[in-house]
């Protein structure tokens, strides 16, 4: 693993980092917020995984996150979406190829070699950060952004025992109803639209897979909430399997960094309850 830059901030460490990765095949990086309870023994884990057309670097610039992780005793980890370089697979269009990984590992050519998301986020940075890091891996918690929010809701939903808690900005939560997912779905798992089910928070939520609750905050003047992140469908599966789900709809708020940085502090602030609990 290498350094790429290292700045103090709210006592703590942020960091960029690059490795070569053995599950996508090519350099992957990643960011690491370290807050200054490092120095007293390890520290609770949160990933942010972020949505379309992002690197590590969005949230990170603009995400807002320091302050509260400074303030919780938690790291955050952020991701890149994708798999990335000249050699890769890609696709001209925003919403597929590199920038639009889904965490999920694609079975189709061309990009079943390199696109391998959900075992990237799941199995191989996780292993780095708990060599690296001054973490504690028996305390992690997970949220995200729009293909991110789809992200975390299916990453927790698939590994119950992993994560203690998983909340969400406007995420994609029906992703094999709305165009964005059938698109991506059908590219990266070809189209056996059964084989979709297994990376979608509301069939997921359908067909038994459980956590006890999540946090959702969504913007009511979004952009993209009628076309490709109604949560209609996820809420009623929710409700039908037991699962608190704290949906809040925002007034005035659209899909942006603006809308994210406002309730960030929130998210974490929940995270850090329960990833200080017991
Ligand atoms: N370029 C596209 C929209 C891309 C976009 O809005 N990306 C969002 C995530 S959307 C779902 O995953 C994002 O986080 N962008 C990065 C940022 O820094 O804002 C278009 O123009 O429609």
């Known amino acids: 693993m290498e350094t790429v830059s290292t700045n103090r901030a709210f006592e703590g460490v942020q960091g960029v980092y690059r490795h070569e990765s053995a599950t996508c095949g090519c350099p992957m990086t990643f960011a ?3 807050p200054p309870q490092a120095k007293d023994g390890p520290c609770p884990v949160l990933w942010y995984l972020s949505g379309l057309t992002c ?5 990170m610039e603009k995400g807002e996150y320091r302050k509260a992780a400074a303030e919780h005793g938690v790291i955050i980890v952020c991701p890149d979406t994708s798999p990335r370089g000249e050699t890769i697979a890609n696709d001209e269009a925003y919403d597929l190829g590199q920038g639009a990984g889904f965490y999920v590992d694609a079975t189709e050519a061309p990009w079943a ?5 959900y075992s ?3 199995e191989e940075l996780p292993a780095l950060i708990a060599a690296n890091f001054p973490a504690d891996m028996n305390r992690q918690a997970i949220f995200g952004h729009s293909m ?16 203690r808690s998983v909340s969400a900005f406007a995420p994609i939560t029906n992703p094999i109803a709305v165009p964005w997912g059938q698109k991506a779905l059908a590219a990266y798992l070809g189209p056996d639209q059964s ?12 067909d038994g897979s459980k956590v006890p609750e999540i946090l959702v905050d969504q913007g009511d003047t979004d952009n993209f909430l009628s076309q490709q992140l ?5 809420k009623t599966a929710c409700e039908t399997a037991g699962i ?6 925002r007034p005035g708020y659209d899909h942006s960094y603006y809308f994210i940085s406002t309730f960030m502090a929130d998210h974490i602030a929940w995270h850090a309850e329960r990833l200080t609990k017991g």
């Open 113 to 117: 070699p390199h696109f391998k998301m």
């Open 244 to 249: 608190a789900l704290t949906l809040n709809m």
């Open 195 to 206: 084989a979709w089910r297994a990376y979608d928070a509301t069939a997921l939520v359908e």
């Open 120 to 122: 990237y986020v799941t």
């Open 148 to 163: 991110g929010g789809h992200g975390a809701l299916t990453v927790a939903l698939k590994n119950p025992g992993t994560y």
């Open 230 to 234: 109604d949560p209609a469908a996820f």
């Open 55 to 59: 690197t590590h670097a969005n949230v």
């Open 32 to 34: 690491v917020y370290v």
